[in-house]
């Protein structure tokens, strides 16, 4: 008996050049901006860059877009709100597949 996968669409709410907020101490979070992106192992990592020049990898999971004045999880939106705002970036083709 063969196990059905579940399809998996990976969206990308984030390209180059964007503003994201980005962890830069426990529990502090500033603007950076997206310099190159990768996919590892069914997960996207961003390069980012900050004001001051620091230039860091992390994972698109730790990060956050602002659209529209909330807050977002790039890779799991948790809230009904953070998921019907993707759902709307989706419909109008604002996000990558």
Request: aromatic share 8%.
């Amino acid at each position: 008996m063969k196990k059905s996968r579940k399809k998996r669409r990976i969206y990308r709410l984030v390209s180059i050049g964007d503003t994201v907020f980005a962890p830069c101490a426990k529990d502090v979070y500033r603007k950076a901006i997206v310099v190159d992106t990768q996919e590892k192992n069914d997960n996207i990592a961003l390069r980012i860059q900050f004001d001051t020049g620091a230039v860091h990898f992390i994972s698109a999971e730790l990060c956050y877009r602002v659209i529209n004045g909330v807050a977002i999880p790039i890779e799991k939106p948790r809230t009904k709100l953070q998921k019907f705002i993707v759902w709307v970036l989706r419909k109008l083709g604002l996000s990558e597949m």
